[in-house]
């Protein structure tokens, strides 16, 4: 009796450990030390146990809401990407309108969206981000809807191509329209 009663607590404390980890290593995220470290280790984490990947779908999007500086910012948004954390979706979108000044003078890195780390967090969630990051082609900042097309220009479906294309011509700023016109005839 005693063995079958230490085996249930071991399985229990064992089912509780990627949880707690998950937790551990989310608070090194954003308070650090090792904060690049902790962010390759959840990663790790979350691609073998299934319970750590849920536990994130939680917790990121509940901290991108409201992240503590600019480094956990950059290091959650890349975690969400990463790991295509669809529950981090509307979060991100939030933040693509927060900041709308161009954030990188070099065409090739803004299409890339190598200085846009929460662009390039719902580029990599892909097909799930297309219509939340449509919903942004309409909004009052040309520079929320250029980032929104350099988003959907990097998801590269065909849904979203279709949503540029039916963006396009409703567009009256002749930058972002531009740049619809470079995305629509490179694809």
Not at 26 to 49: K, Y
Not at 83 to 107: G, H, M, Q, V, Y
Request: glycine content about 6%.
């Amino acid at each position: 009796m005693r063995s079958l009663i230490l085996a249930g607590a071991y399985l229990l404390c064992m089912a509780l450990l990627p949880h707690d980890t998950t937790l551990d290593l989310l608070g090194r995220l954003i308070h650090g030390p090792s904060q690049a470290d902790a962010e390759h280790q959840l990663e790790m984490l979350a691609s073998r146990d299934p319970e750590s990947l849920k536990v994130l779908s939680i917790r990121v999007p509940v901290l991108l809401a409201s992240p503590e500086d600019l480094q956990s910012l950059w290091l959650l948004a890349e975690l969400a990407g990463n790991l295509k954390i669809a529950s981090a979706i509307n979060p991100l979108c939030e933040l693509l309108t927060k900041s709308n000044k161009s954030l990188s003078t070099d065409f090739y890195r803004a299409s890339e969206l190598k200085d846009d780390p929460v662009g390039a967090a719902l580029a990599k969630i892909g097909a799930p981000a297309v219509e939340p990051v449509a919903i942004l082609l309409s909004a009052k900042e040309p520079g929320t809807r250029s980032r929104a097309v350099r988003v959907l220009a990097k998801i590269g479906t065909p849904e979203s191509l279709i949503v540029l294309r039916q963006a396009r011509g409703k567009e009256q700023d002749r930058q972002v329209a531009a740049l619809m016109d470079g995305v629509l005839l490179r694809q």
